[in-house]
């Protein structure tokens, strides 16, 4: 190869890697599609440990006041919503449970945006199905929120009134008009 030809092999290579480097208008989108589906992974699996924290029989206290946002601690009217005070509060709540042998089974879909209602912050909201061995299936709509880097409870709510029961996908409707 002449000196020429060396050159313009290598300017060739390296006008190729800055347009790789640059992606097309389609890998944009991909990039795009796939930061929004790992939020919604991450929304799903906040939402699924925070369930399970709650409905375990034991609960587990710790985890869900860590899962919770300061304002939807049961102990933000007074101290602020501390990890401390809603660990406690919850641990007096769950003290006379009993151990639940039967299996438990939480699934967590319909991850949406929910905007701002007159108490709660916009966020994500989800619908998580629960269903203990033996029984009938129950559901709670979740709004989360991000709060210290991580996707936190702001709001749950039953979904199960009889209002509910001709859809699949309440969340919406239950976080507007629950309290």
Same mark, same amino acid.
């Given at each position: 190869?002449?000196?020429?030809? !060396?050159?313009?092999? @290598?300017?060739?290579?390296?006008?190729?890697?800055?347009?790789?480097?640059?992606?097309?208008?389609?890998?944009? /989108?991909? =990039?795009?599609?796939?930061?929004?589906?790992?939020? *919604? /992974?991450?929304?799903?699996?906040?939402? %699924?440990?925070?369930?399970?924290?709650?409905?375990?029989?034991?609960s587990?206290? %710790?985890?869900?006041?860590?899962?919770?946002?300061?304002?939807?601690?049961p102990?933000y009217? %007074?101290?602020?919503? =501390?990890? =401390?005070?809603?660990? *406690?509060?919850? *641990?007096?709540? #769950?003290?006379?449970?009993?151990?639940?042998?039967?299996? +438990?089974?939480? @699934?967590?879909?319909?991850?949406?945006?929910?905007?701002?209602? =007159?108490?709660r912050?916009?966020?994500?909201?989800?619908?998580?199905?629960c269903?203990?061995?033996?029984?009938?299936? #129950?559901?709670?709509?979740?709004? +989360?929120? %991000?709060?210290?880097?991580?996707?936190?409870?702001?709001?749950?709510?039953?979904?199960?009134?009889?209002?509910?029961?001709?859809? *699949?996908?309440?969340?919406?409707? !239950?976080?507007?008009?629950?309290?």
């Open positions: 190869m002449t000196a020429r030809q !060396v050159l313009t092999a @290598a300017a060739s290579a390296a006008a190729l890697l800055a347009l790789s480097a640059c992606g097309s208008s389609d890998d944009g /989108k991909q =990039s795009g599609n796939d930061a929004a589906q790992q939020e *919604t /992974k991450q929304v799903a699996n906040a939402a %699924k440990a925070y369930m399970t924290a709650w409905l375990q029989r034991p587990q206290p %710790k985890q869900m006041c860590e899962l919770e946002t300061k304002a939807a601690r102990n009217s %007074k101290d602020g919503g =501390s990890l =401390s005070g809603c660990i *406690t509060t919850y *641990t007096a709540y #769950f003290n006379d449970q009993k151990p639940e042998k039967s299996a +438990l089974t939480i @699934a967590v879909d319909h991850v949406q945006d929910v905007p701002a209602s =007159s108490s912050p916009a966020g994500k909201g989800a619908l998580a199905t269903k203990r061995a033996g029984g009938e299936p #129950f559901r709670y709509a979740l709004r +989360l929120v %991000k709060e210290g880097g991580a996707w936190r409870i702001a709001q749950r709510a039953e979904a199960d009134g009889d209002q509910y029961a001709h859809t *699949t996908d309440p969340v919406a409707d !239950v976080l507007a008009d629950a309290s």
